[in-house]
């Protein structure tokens, strides 16, 4: 199975621990994005993924590029100029003080990546799956343009895309709103990511429930197979129980509550989940079992610092099974 994801890749600073940005004089390097973790996640769990982006062509572009290769993803999509590489900061919090995130992304290489940019034809051509999010839109007109033409080209060629369609409103800067360019881009998806509020926000889609929302939109969107969302209840910053659910068109898909505490790092977490249900839906053809492996990848992503989930199939599986006792294996 080949995956194909599209977005921009951020280098993350952070204090050590769980210190505050005031106590520090030590930022550690992550390299993240939320398009670029699902396909880091997806290699560990044994795929075939390649991430199409942008970088300046400096020394900072060619380590994230490293990263990427390091953990498996293919990088041929790369590609290089003008712009900067952009940046977050991230303070962890814990127990009852929350973490925080400071973006500085503006004028980024990815934000001046055109159609012209990616030939989506060769790229596309024998792929599996397509993902991309609802921050690559937002982030200028070039690359609104370059992932509706890849969208376009998936269709054209059968390969199934997925879209987390998270909605920043700091972002939309350039012009153009979320409801003129959204809906062109969700009318070409197989899955969606959303709840009720995005959609009655982005596409003027209603419903008091989400099996009633979720039919709305599969009506808006005819090619929408499935529409899926998480929950989460925040007992600290340190406690989180997560689950998850899929609509189908016919029936809801639940998964069990994942108690998880202590967290070691949250972010990346609802990239994991989209990255076990993709494999799920791909590997099992069961709803039910691909929402419950997405679950529980977003679960133990808990357990991981960094952005993204390097937990393999036999650890998801086994928490899945319902093990969560971390016992020590040899």
Known sequence: MKVITFGEVMLRLSPPGVERFVQTDTLAMHFGGTEANVAVSLAQLGLETAHVTRFPDHALGRS??????QYGVGTQHVRYGAGRLGLYFLETGA???ASQIIYDRVDSAFSRITPTDVDWESILTGADWFHWTGITPALSQGAADCLLAGIQTANRLGVPVSADIVYRSNLWQYGRTPQEIMPALTEGC???????SLFS????VVGST????GM??????PT??????TKRNSLSASHNQLSAKLFDGDMVHKSRVYDVQPIVDRIGTGDAYMAGLI????TFKNPQRAVEFGAAASALKHTIAGDVNLATVTEIETLEAGDSSGKLRR
């Open 64 to 69: 994230a590029t490293g990263y990427l290769r």
């Open 95 to 97: 127990g009852s003080r």
């Open 190 to 196: 197989t899955l969606v990511l959303g709840n009720k």
């Open 201 to 204: 926000e982005l596409y003027g």
């Open 210 to 213: 989400f099996i009633e929302s």
């Open 216 to 221: 709305a939109m599969m009506r808006r969107f």
């Open 224 to 229: 929408i197979r499935y529409i899926t969302d």
């Open 279 to 282: 494999y799920g839906l791909l």
